[in-house]
Structures are given as structure tokens and as C-alpha cells.
């Protein structure tokens, strides 16, 4: 059992070393973003309201507090998010996407689509892509019930 184990936590590993940074490379050769800043973009897009707060984007997509800070920070300058106080709570910010960071994830977006057909959805079959999500759902829910990033930020 042990080799099996070790075979498929070396799979596993293997997509995260290869795939992810691809799809990374390729984000930034198309569109002149990073693969962080595409993520962020297009959640902040993707939103119902006009703003989120800070630290419930970090929740969101698994980052930490000080890593989403520190990226919003960058993205601010580079005029693609708009970072604003909280009325709620002046400790805290709300970040909104601004007119160019959405024109930059909508041209994205198509492009990076393409991209993932191209390396995943296209090379899975319809089984394992259901298998896969299973899997994820599976580590994910184990993550989120017994390593959660920051419980403190995830009840605001």
C-alpha cells in the first residue's frame, strides 16, 4: 500500500510542477498578467456586488491574508483593482476591479480557456474528470474541516 501511496502522491504532485506553471506561462505570454493576477481578476469579475472584502477574497481562493495584500497592493499600482476602507469595519478593505483589470480579464479569459482544453479537459475523459472532482471535493473538504487557512477570516 505504502508504494501505491507514494505512486499516486507523486502523480498528483507531478500536475501541480507541470500543468499549473504552464498554464501560468501562458497566461502571461497572452495577456501580460501573471497567473495570480489572472486569478484574482477574474474572481473580482466574477462577482455578484461591486466589492469584496480583502480578506474574504483571500478565503475564496485559499490564499493568506498578507499574500492577498500584498498582490492587491501591486495590482493597485498597476491600475487593475481598486483597494478602498470598509464602512463596516476601517480596519479593514474592500477591493473592487477596476475598468482596465476587467477589460484584461474578459481578453484573458477566452485565451486561458483555450489553453486548459487544450492541456486538461481535452486529454480527460468524461470518468475521470467526474473521478477528479470527486477526488478534489474529497481532500478539499479534510482541508477545510482540519487545516483551514485562517478561521479567524473566515467568519467575517
Not at 61 to 67: A, D, K, Q, T, V
Not at 97 to 122: D, M, V, W
Not at 141 to 146: F, S
Request: with cysteine; net charge positive; glycine share 4%.
Amino acid at each position: 500500500m505504502k508504494d501505491l501511496d507514494s505512486k499516486a502522491w507523486r502523480a498528483f504532485h507531478k500536475i501541480g510542477t507541470s500543468l499549473l506553471p504552464h498554464l501560468s506561462r501562458q497566461i502571461t505570454n497572452h495577456s501580460g498578467i501573471t497567473g495570480a493576477e489572472y486569478v484574482v481578476l477574474v474572481s473580482l469579475s466574477e462577482l455578484p456586488t461591486e466589492s469584496v472584502s480583502l480578506n474574504r477574497l483571500a478565503v475564496g481562493l485559499g490564499w493568506e491574508i498578507s499574500r492577498m495584500s500584498h498582490q492587491i497592493s501591486r495590482m493597485e499600482a498597476n491600475g487593475l483593482v481598486k483597494k478602498s476602507r470598509s464602512a463596516d469595519d476601517s480596519r479593514s478593505f474592500n477591493v473592487s476591479i477596476t475598468s482596465r483589470g476587467r477589460k484584461l480579464a474578459e481578453s484573458a479569459i477566452p485565451l486561458q480557456s483555450k489553453e486548459i482544453n487544450h492541456c486538461f479537459s481535452n486529454v480527460l475523459t468524461k470518468q475521470q474528470m467526474e473521478t477528479l472532482i470527486e477526488i478534489s471535493e474529497a481532500i478539499n473538504k479534510h482541508m477545510k474541516d482540519h487545516h483551514p487557512i485562517n478561521k479567524k477570516a473566515e467568519n467575517r
